[in-house]
């Protein structure tokens, strides 16, 4: 699951919070009373999510949410009348008094929202475009050529020399054809 932070003015009510969570389960990465706190927290990790009320210590949760990193949510738990007419991207609000099962099923949706998005932008960070996919066949086809290699054998050669330089595989090719090709 994604770390979770609990950040409230009161420390009674962040303990309260992170009691339920534990209690379900749930792993409780911080405990919070101020948004710089919080922000030193969000650091450290790319994503996750802020349960917190709508203002702590040092700051309302609307300056909050603009400080923290763009992989982090917050679940913001107040009375209604406290939101602004509606929530800005990022922030999902459950009324208070709060009900435990409203918490983890809330939870539990930000969680799974967040891993799909993850999950979308590692897919379209693996699909290549033509013009990669282009030049990492003209590398192959250079490297069977010249050295005698597979298709398979040039592709893995490929594979593990962007592995080794911590590339990805079309600048690999392209370093491959531009150092062959002369």
Known sequence: MTNIIVAFSKRENAVNIRNILTRSGIRVSAVCLTGSKVLQHAE??????????????????????????????????????????????????????????????????????????????????RKRSSGERQVIEQAKALLMERNSMSEEEAHRYLQKTSMEGGRNMAETAQMVLSVMDH
């Open 44 to 125: 450290m990790w790319n994503q996750g999510i802020v349960i917190c009320g709508a203002r702590l210590q040092d700051m309302p949760y609307t300056e909050l949410r603009g400080l923290l990193p763009d992989g982090f949510e917050i679940l913001l738990i107040a009375p209604s009348d406290r939101w602004i007419d509606s929530l800005p991207d990022g922030i999902v609000g459950l009324p208070s008094p709060l009900k435990a099962y409203d918490l983890l099923n809330t939870l539990e949706m930000i969680s799974q929202a967040q891993e799909s998005r993850r999950r979308k932008r590692k897919e379209t960070a």
